[in-house]
């Protein structure tokens, strides 16, 4: 965290401007593309998103990071530990853990409903003991937890020019766009975790199960049954981009460029699994570097146009854009 940014968002004590320095690190080193993205926000709003992001990032790695070797009992002693020290943190804000110190901080200064909190630590937890979803609806239930709400959570922090209420639909489905975009990209890594988020019945419906999935990986072949799988699967996910989309216009104009160039790029990683053939059981898709260089040089762009909007350069800050938004991703079969 730069002491800017901090200075810009009125972090004046010492003990907490080391908290949101620690998630920023945090922030960096594990969401390239979610770091990216929120340097094209206003400088104060960076702590926020750098502070919900490094609490989400804290949870998961305690899922994942510690591996199955640390056992289910360690892992859930250590999310029950998290889970008191986030119910202390915002209750009255204290706490010994900087990114549980930083993020109490930022739901208090944006009102953030603690519910959501709750709902994101209940998801973290069922990750410890399932290991598959029978079906889509199922599927959806969990990303409730794990993506619909940090959605929710980032919008207070954004601003919306509707009220927050109608925004609200369409940032819980970005959030659940972007897991989505990270379970197609993932599935060789998850399944070495022990788990699956493909739904079962998909994978049915194509003549694929689990245990394909498992026999490709550890051989290295594919299989057409789990490649029309994964391509039903992108199809599914494309769909929650649209639910997505309309919510961009409904921000507030200077924090539009920030979650464009998220929603662009998490596109792209669609874009790359399409291009690598499917075949993200043997490797992980990445978005080639030139890619990100264009969609970071875009928002800028668009940054500049909206501050001039603000200060009276041009239309009214709060009004709804006439301009191009981004298409929803293409996935190519």
């Not at 690190?25 to 929120?38: D, I, K, P, V």
Request: net charge positive; aromatic share 6%.
């Amino acid at each position: 965290m730069t002491d800017r940014e901090l200075d810009a968002a009125g972090v004046t004590d010492p003990a907490l401007r080391e908290a949101y320095h620690h998630c920023r690190a945090l922030n960096a080193r594990h969401g390239r593309t979610y770091f990216l993205a929120t340097r094209l926000l206003p400088v104060e709003r960076r702590p926020a998103v750098h502070a919900l992001y490094g609490f989400a990032r804290w949870a998961d790695d305690i899922v994942d990071a510690l591996g199955t070797g640390a056992g289910t009992a360690r892992r859930d002693a250590e999310l029950s530990a998290l889970r008191r020290e986030l119910d202390r943190g915002l209750r009255d804000g204290g706490s010994g853990e900087p990114v549980v110190r930083a993020v109490a901080d930022t739901a208090h200064r944006y009102g953030i409903d603690h519910g959501h909190f709750t709902d994101f630590m209940t998801a973290m937890r069922s990750d410890l003991v399932v290991t598959d979803y029978a079906d889509y609806a199922g599927l959806r239930r969990y990303m409730h937890g794990s993506a619909a709400v940090i959605g929710l959570q980032m919008l207070p922090v954004l601003g919306t020019v509707v009220p927050r209420e109608t925004a609200a639909p369409h940032a819980a489905a970005l959030g659940v766009a972007f897991q989505l975009t990270n379970f197609l990209r993932d599935v060789g890594e998850d399944l070495d975790r022990g788990r699956v988020y493909l739904p079962a019945d998909l994978l049915a419906a194509h003549g694929a199960h689990r245990a394909l999935l498992r026999w490709c990986r550890d051989t290295g072949r594919r299989d057409r049954r789990v490649t029309s799988a994964l391509k039903e699967f992108g199809a599914l996910t494309r769909g929650v981009y649209r639910e997505a989309a309309p919510g961009l216009a409904m921000l507030d104009p200077v924090s539009r460029p920030c979650i464009r160039a998220a929603f662009v790029l998490y596109g792209s990683i669609l874009d790359a699994v399409a291009r690598d053939g499917w075949s993200v059981l043997h490797r992980r898709a990445v978005v080639p570097r030139r890619r990100r260089a264009v969609v970071a040089a875009d928002g800028l762009a668009r940054v500049a146009a909206a501050r001039l909007r603000a200060h009276g350069g041009g239309r009214r800050p709060d009004a709804l854009p006439s301009g191009p938004w981004p298409p929803v991703p293409e996935v190519v079969a």
